[in-house]
Structure formats: structure tokens, C-alpha cells
Nanobody, 132 residues
Framework: QVQLVESGGGLVQPEGSLRLSCAAS????????IGWFRQAPGKEREGVSC????????YYADSVKGRFTISRDDAKNTVYLQMNSLKPEDTAVYYC?????????????????????????WGQGTQVTVSS
């Protein structure tokens, strides 16, 4: 079993920065990828970024490319999301999610494209509000 706990959310002014953390515990040593997702009120969940454990592959959604940076600290079993130049439209609950066992090529591709349906374990989320 895997447990994920997000932290680091809060209220920030436009153009400000926040760093989110996703701390993993449990049977995490062989996870395939960890992704960040967000969901704003009245909107569908959106994939933000992911990082694959084996080869370090990183993917960003176009909406955050150049502003957000994902990184990991394997010693701490933690993945970070550094968010810079924040905009009001970045306001959402941010979730991290992971998957351990990849069962098909379609799933592997979906994971790397941030299709949430292919992720097995989810955290409770942390609120990010960008407002002046």
C-alpha cells in the first residue's frame, strides 16, 4: 500500500511562487511515476506534471510549461512541484498521485501523458489560491 501526503499550498499573490511537496510512504520504492494534478471548482481534473522513476522522464502540461518545475528526492521519498509566476487561473486543489505496476503499453503512455485514470494512489490534496 502507498500513502501520499501533499503540503505547501496556500495563498499567494499573482507572480508569486510556492513549492508543493508530495511525501510518499509505504511500498514506494518501486513506483513507476508520480504525477501532479489539479482541480479547480467547477472544472475537470487537469494533469500538471509527472516524473518517471526509472529514466527520469518529465512531462509538463502546456499551461504550466516554463513556470513549474517537478523534481524528486529519492532519499526522502518526496516529489516537489516548484511553481513560479503563478496566475489566478492556477488556483485549484493540487493532488499528487502514483502508480506502481504498469500493466500495458497503453497504460504506460497514459501515465506519461497525465491521464489520471491510470494512476492508482492519490493524496488528499492541498489548496493553492492565487489572488491579490
Amino acid at each position: 500500500q502507498v500513502q501520499l501526503v501533499e503540503s505547501g499550498g496556500g495563498l499567494v499573490q499573482p507572480e508569486g511562487s510556492l513549492r508543493l511537496s508530495c511525501a510518499a510512504s509505504g511500498s514506494t520504492l518501486d513506483y513507476y511515476a508520480i504525477g501532479w494534478f489539479r482541480q479547480a471548482p467547477g472544472k475537470e481534473r487537469e494533469g500538471v506534471s509527472c516524473i518517471r522513476r526509472g529514466d527520469g522522464f518529465i512531462y509538463y502540461a502546456d499551461s504550466v510549461k516554463g513556470r513549474f518545475t517537478i523534481s524528486r528526492d529519492d532519499a526522502k521519498n518526496t516529489v516537489y512541484l516548484q511553481m513560479n509566476s503563478l496566475k489566478p487561473e492556477d488556483t485549484a486543489v493540487y493532488y499528487c498521485a502514483t502508480v506502481k505496476n504498469v500493466r500495458s503499453i497503453d497504460q504506460a503512455m497514459g501515465i506519461s501523458r497525465l491521464e489520471g485514470v491510470f494512476y492508482d494512489y492519490w493524496g488528499q490534496g492541498t489548496q493553492v489560491t492565487v489572488s491579490s
